[in-house]
């Protein structure tokens, strides 16, 4: 609490610190720069890790704030009720926050990020960074420069350091010596992109076609295998499979050549592909292929081009047929603005290739789950909006038990980028799907984004028993857009990491979803999964 020492408490400087709290009203660090407390000037924050799991824990407060009270730059910041508050702009970078579930109310720069910062065990109170961390060799050098070179452990700092009081690697850590059967290697209940950088590491990678981590034999380790991987090891059924069976003592992945099992529904969903037959496009459909979904919700921007039967031709349809077969039998598309259609009156492309009306909705079932397809390029144009409502409100009511999943383009749910806002102007199909108490709502339009919500209502509250739970996943291939802020209750994002958003409905009113990085720049989104329960 620097705020209570008036000016008398200035030039403070807190660096390499590991603070861990389980109090209810924990807080890290708190100034001022007015009012009666105030003002302290020039504290200083570099390198801490906080870990505050209290109900009412905050990371850091400012109240009239300044770059002159406040200096806060790779610290890691986790809290469960606010990450931070400050009203007013201070000098923050290339600092992690996580975990609040109140937005986090901080004026960030660019270089600061909202994500999981992988710590190698927490709840055993080991701070220490996991490989892959977004936080190894991302700090900035004002710490060293300040004087601080060594880390909390002792171990002398890199240029770049890393972010938090730890630097990667100044404690050995050793990962679990073999995948348990279930394929989490680490053994924190998960199976995403940790255990399959584990299980490598023990398993080794090769480029010869031998290492058990190239399961298409192409002759490299990559997001590809990883799909494999992952599909062997969730699923109640493995998928069948087309390479060979990795010659490890566990698990033993065992060939099926039956489809999954009745009740089980393997969807994707994906938007927004590059106008390109090549990467990361060709990687995002090789790996879909692979996959071998009972249906693909594709949630618009099929080619970044204008939408005409020649560009369709050119680019998805090689990517994901040629038409009327590879995977265009399982493809249900939605209709987006400008490189969909361009007007009320333009849809010749898109109609005549796949069969469908750009701005009329439609609807399919799959076991127990109701399918339903808006086109958001209606509500750009104002092609028939009202009809469209008409529409959705007779079919949610002629499937009155049905767990109800929708999509379509241009998301209400989401953070707003460089290039889009969220669009509210879907706002009516929205009210339409909370009364009918729908379960899964997801679009695309934020190219090579990927993000994933609580449920919510309208007014973007959390509702986790009539809320729709709403996820972004424009990552086809697409060149990525800026994010400018952070979406309401947010899980996790993650921008420039392509692949698939794959879900496993269950016809009992489960399911799980997993967005799987095939490929890309981007870290992928933590966590990466989770699981809802149809309303």
């Known amino acids: 609490?620097?705020?209570?020492?008036?000016?008398?408490?200035?030039?403070?400087?807190?660096?390499?610190?590991?603070?861990?709290?389980?109090?209810?009203?924990?807080?890290?660090?708190?100034?001022?720069?007015?009012?009666?407390?105030?003002?302290?000037?020039?504290t200083?924050?570099?390198?801490?890790t906080a870990y505050l799991t209290g109900s009412s824990a905050q990371g850091v407060v400012c109240t009239d704030c300044g770059t002159n009270i406040l200096t806060f730059k790779n610290n890691i910041i986790v809290a469960k009720w606010k990450t931070g508050y400050a009203n007013a702009a201070f000098d923050e970078s290339n600092n992690i926050y996580w975990l609040g579930s109140v937005t986090n109310q901080l004026p960030i720069s660019s270089s600061s990020l909202i994500i999981d910062p992988k710590f190698v065990n927490p709840s055993a109170g080991n701070f220490h960074?996991?490989?892959g961390s977004p936080a190894i060799n991302s700090g900035i050098g004002e710490s060293l420069t300040a004087g601080f070179t060594t880390d909390l452990d002792g171990a002398n700092v890199a240029n770049p350091p890393e972010r938090g009081a730890y630097e990667y690697g100044s404690v050995v850590v050793t990962p679990s010596p073999s995948p348990s059967s279930k394929g989490d290697a680490n053994g924190d209940g998960l199976v995403n992109e940790d255990d399959y950088a584990i299980w490598l590491a023990n398993y080794g990678i090769s480029l010869s076609g031998s290492s058990n981590g190239d399961f298409n034999l192409n002759g490299k380790v990559d997001g590809i295998d990883y799909v494999i991987w992952v599909t062997t090891y969730t699923r109640a059924t493995p998928l069948p499979t087309i390479v060979p069976t990795p010659t490890?003592?566990?698990?033993?992945?065992?060939?099926?050549?039956?489809?999954?099992?009745?009740?089980?529904?393997?969807?994707?969903?994906?938007?927004?592909?590059?106008?390109?037959?090549?990467?990361?496009?060709?990687?995002?459909?090789?790996?879909?292929?692979?996959?071998n979904p009972e249906a693909i919700i594709m949630t618009g921007d099929y080619d970044q081009g204008t939408g005409t039967l020649s560009d369709i031709l050119?680019?998805?349809?090689?990517?994901?047929?040629?038409?009327?077969?590879?995977?265009?039998?399982?493809?249900?598309?939605?209709?987006?603005?400008?490189?969909?259609?361009?007007?009320?009156?333009?849809?010749?492309?898109?109609?005549?290739y796949w069969g469908k009306d750009a701005f009329k909705g439609y609807s399919f079932d799959l076991g127990a789950w109701h399918f339903i397809s808006l086109p958001s390029a209606a509500t750009r144009y104002g092609c028939d909006v009202a009809g469209v409502t008409a529409w959705l409100k007779a079919d949610l009511a002629a499937h009155p038990n049905k767990c109800i999943f929708a999509y379509w383009h241009e998301p209400y749910f989401t953070s707003p980028t460089s290039s889009h806002p969220a669009d509210l102007d879907t706002r009516p199909w929205l009210d339409a799907l909370l009364a009918a108490h729908a379960d899964i709502l997801t679009a695309g339009h934020q190219n090579g984004n990927f993000e994933a919500f609580y449920p919510q209502n309208a007014s973007n509250v959390r509702d986790d028993i009539n809320g729709i739970q709403a996820f972004v996943a424009a990552t086809g291939g697409q060149s990525p857009y800026s994010f400018t802020g952070i979406g309401p209750n947010l899980i996790s994002r993650s921008s420039g990491a392509y692949g698939p958003l794959v879900f496993n409905l269950n016809d009992n009113g489960t399911y799980t979803w997993q967005f799987i990085k095939v490929t890309g720049p981007g870290i992928a989104p933590s966590p990466s999964s989770g699981s809802g329960v149809c309303r």
Do not use: M, W
């Open 44 to 48: 200083k924050a570099y390198n801490n």
């Open 129 to 131: 960074l996991l490989e």
């Open 248 to 291: 490890v003592t566990t698990p033993t992945a065992t060939p099926v050549s039956t489809p999954p099992a009745a009740g089980n529904h393997l969807i994707i969903s994906i938007g927004d592909i590059s106008r390109t037959t090549g990467s990361p496009s060709l990687d995002v459909a090789n790996s879909i292929k692979t996959l």
């Open 1 to 42: 609490f620097t705020e209570l020492g008036n000016s008398r408490s200035s030039d403070n400087i807190y660096a390499y610190n590991l603070f861990k709290s389980d109090l209810t009203t924990s807080l890290f660090l708190n100034t001022r720069g007015g009012g009666s407390y105030g003002p302290v000037y020039r």
């Open 314 to 352: 050119a680019y998805p349809d090689k990517l994901y047929g040629p038409k009327p077969g590879g995977l265009y039998p399982k493809i249900y598309p939605a209709a987006g603005p400008t490189h969909d259609v361009a007007s009320c009156t333009d849809q010749l492309g898109y109609s005549s």
